[in-house]
């Protein structure tokens, strides 16, 4: 190609055509010539030439076009055609030079090799007013290693690995050490270096520090000189019997306070912070070895620090690769670069913890997407296993939290496995809460009795109390937490239906007899009588909503307290038994299951009443179905031992909890605490009258914190309470309270 014509009219000649046509120096003076190498070839080459020619391609001179041409400069131009007879110059003009890299400079020429520092090549040194330097990126006159010897920066071009490599160190600073490209540099990743920079300096400090020790002279050292000299004196002795320790407590305390600093930036800049820091504690030698290790402590040793540090780093970086969404590209160099870190041997267990799977491998998509129930699979003939370090396993379940995906979390509990087994345990106990979340209730109140494999126990075992109860309430009303924790205390939200009564109340039971220390839970006791006397519906709040039931008659009565006794025995020793459906699928469901609840509460107490620290709450349980409360009492006076032992209870509760049944009572209102002490105070039991009466005095001594206790004393006057035969006792006792607000 021997010429080119570039939008805008401007021509564009080779070099080397129009050397041949180049003006006298008293022409160049007046009129000169733009000269532009063809940059659409890939090597611009003189006729004759041996194929040495230098590529333009990455050249940095900025090409500019010619502007308008004012009349004068119109009548000064002249014509110049070449001999050819290809090109005619109407109008030469001198060219803005613009700033340009040396290698790329039109005035010097300039000699290229791949890593010459030794010295400048050839006229390499010589500039002009815009040669900037590839290194620095600066003005080669401002560049202060230009010509150094070992360095000479004015040999750097862009054909060269080595001296790309320098320039990417030298503008990246210690990001260079990421593999990362000058483009992917963000304003996070360079605050992350910067950081790092002053910790590595301020680290070398430390660690120099470290390595100089501390002499340490023994208390009983006596001087062996002649003539002897006062102890500590005799240098001679003194430097011969010093023993040097090395502490590592102050480079621990300033990698620690680099770690603090690290948690609190932004994403990339903690991991280059956390990568960074681990790279340089993995440099660390320990001058002492292997002496004294154990007694110097935690941070003063290196070998116990060290590993100690790399713990925090590691599962600091695990959680960031899972809960961060880094692009593929810089999630891969943070990997690489920990995988090129020498570890030292008390740091070989952490080689591979970084070995995270990405979200889109095929074998955690499978479990995730229930395609894969095992978490197991083939490839190229060898078994794999989703098996992965615990802060992984939390990160990633708290990542799906995020995201509301309940489904995806149970499959992936269900299918992992993980190193710490107790606390992957701990997380798959809630898998019946996820469940719930989901809308599945039946399968959530399965869940809770089925282990996940063969080799643990049930998540029923190790329910609290507390979460037992949220349990209960979501079987009852479908409604669950709005958090995704069991015992939430935000709004609750409608997930899916109900359980039936039937069904609820042989769930329940089983969890019950599932853990000993749920059955002798009085709180559990009160939990499943409030539970099946309430409606399935919740109020605004998401309290449950109590039902005041009217008493069935008693031959219903009788055929319920029947049914449930056969199976309340079946379902203890492990029959599968269901509840006839005549009794409690019918109009008096409600009534039946608050019967069957009074005959295994009534079980119970026969069997584990000494494990019982309280009654009282299961009394309050009933709420205003006061002749469920009686017919308990009813069925305790069959046997005197445990209906005295239930009265105690009850007494020592009262006395321990005075103000906290004051405050209950007052909730509660006088017309609901008149007829519970007129059910004790009629009870034929003397130890259960004695409930009420207790319950009397307790009001009376504290007459100003009741102000309900008159309408308590008009609800006595208007029940005939004075004229009932209860025994001499409780007729004093309650004449006494009713006489107190007579003569107000």
């Not at 004068?72 to 014509?79: N, P, T, W, Y």
């Not at 995988?339 to 095929?362: G, K, R």
Request: overall charge neutral; aromatic content about 8%.
């Amino acid at each position: 190609m021997d010429s080119q014509c570039y939008p805008g009219g401007c021509q564009v000649v080779p070099i080397w055509k129009l050397m041949a046509m180049w003006p006298s120096e008293k022409e160049q003076e007046e009129e000169s010539i733009i000269l532009i190498s063809d940059d659409d070839d890939d090597e611009v080459q003189c006729p004759g030439d041996d194929g040495g020619g230098e590529s333009t391609q990455e050249s940095s001179v900025l090409f500019v076009e010619p502007q308008e041409k004012s009349s004068l400069e119109e009548k000064k131009s002249e014509e110049l055609v070449d001999e050819e007879g290809d090109l005619v110059v109407t109008y030469c003009k001198q060219a803005n030079v613009m700033p340009h890299a040396r290698h790329d400079c039109t005035t010097h020429p300039f000699e290229r090799t791949e890593s010459d520092t030794c010295s400048p090549l050839g006229k390499n040194a010589d500039i002009c007013e815009q040669c900037y330097c590839y290194i620095c990126d600066k003005l080669a006159a401002e560049c202060s290693l230009w010509t150094s010897p070992a360095l000479c920066h004015c040999n750097a071009h862009n054909k060269s690995n080595f001296w790309k490599a320098q320039r990417n160190f030298a503008l990246a600073g210690v990001l260079a050490t990421f593999n990362l490209e000058l483009l992917e540099l963000d304003t996070e990743l360079r605050h992350g270096g910067d950081l790092l920079e002053k910790f590595i300096r301020d680290l070398s400090v430390a660690y120099n520090k470290y390595l100089t020790g501390e002499r340490l002279c023994p208390p009983d050292q006596e001087c062996c000189c002649q003539p002897k000299l006062p102890l500590g004196q005799c240098n001679v002795c003194s430097s011969q019997s010093m023993e040097v320790v090395y502490k590592y407590s102050d480079v621990f305390e300033l990698v620690t306070r680099f770690l603090n600093q690290a948690e609190q930036e932004s994403p990339k800049a903690a991991a280059v912070m956390l990568l960074g820091a681990a790279k340089q504690i993995a440099l660390h030698k320990d001058p002492a070895l292997l002496k004294n290790c154990q007694s110097l402590g935690l941070t003063a040793s290196l070998r116990i620090a060290v590993p100690f540090l790399f713990q925090r780093i590691t599962t600091r970086l695990q959680r960031m690769l899972v809960l961060c969404d880094f692009p593929k590209i810089l999630y891969e160099k943070f990997v690489e670069f920990f995988q090129s870190i020498s570890l030292p041997c008390h740091c070989f267990a952490f080689s591979n913890c970084l070995n995270v799977l990405p979200w889109d491998h095929v074998l955690l998509t499978t479990v995730l997407k229930g395609q894969n129930i095992t978490g197991q699979r083939k490839q190229k003939g060898k078994k794999m296993f989703l098996w992965e370090s615990f802060p992984v396993v939390e990160a990633r379940v708290e990542k799906l939290l995020e995201k509301k995906k309940y489904r995806e979390v149970v499959r992936y509990l269900r299918a992992v496995k993980c190193n710490e087994n107790q606390r992957l345990r701990d997380l798959r106990d809630l898998i019946p809460f996820y469940l719930c979340k989901t809308g599945n209730s039946l399968d959530a109140a399965h869940s809770l009795l089925v282990p996940v494999n063969s080799l643990a126990c049930c998540s029923a075992c190790r329910i609290t109390p507390c979460q037992f109860k949220v349990y209960l309430k979501i079987f009852r009303t479908g409604c669950v937490p709005s958090g995704n924790a069991v015992l939430d205390m935000g709004p609750w939200v409608k997930a899916g239906s109900p359980l039936r009564n039937t069904v609820l109340i042989k769930q329940a039971l089983k969890l019950l007899y599932s853990s000993q220390a749920l059955y002798r839970s009085a709180k559990c006791w009160s939990s499943f009588i409030m539970i099946l006397g309430s409606s399935d519906l919740l109020d605004k709040r998401g309290n449950l909503l109590p039902l005041s039931l009217a008493e069935p008659p008693l031959g219903f009565q009788e055929n319920v307290l029947a049914a449930s006794g056969n199976f309340l025995e079946d379902l203890r020793s492990g029959v599968n038994v269901s509840l006839p459906s005549a009794l409690f699928s019918g109009q008096l469901h409600h009534e039946a299951c608050l019967i069957l609840a009074v005959q295994a509460v009534q079980q119970m107490l026969c069997c584990d009443l000494p494990h019982l620290t309280s009654f009282l709450e299961i009394v309050l349980a009933f709420g205003k179905n006061f002749w469920a409360l009686r017919l308990l009492l009813d069925q305790l006076a069959c046997a005197e031992q445990i209906l005295c032992g239930t009265a105690n209870l009850l007494l020592r509760d009262l006395a321990r909890d005075k103000g906290t049944m004051l405050r209950v009572w007052q909730s509660l209102g006088p017309q609901h605490v008149g007829e519970l002490l007129c059910l004790f105070l009629s009870c034929r039991h003397k130890r259960m009258q004695s409930v009420g009466l207790l319950s009397l005095n307790v009001i009376i001594e504290n007459l100003h914190v009741c102000p309900w206790a008159k309408q308590l004393c008009t609800f006595f006057l208007e029940s005939g309470l004075r004229q009932l035969p209860f025994g001499t006792t409780v007729y004093l006792e309650v004449s006494k309270f009713v006489s107190v607000f007579e003569k107000l």
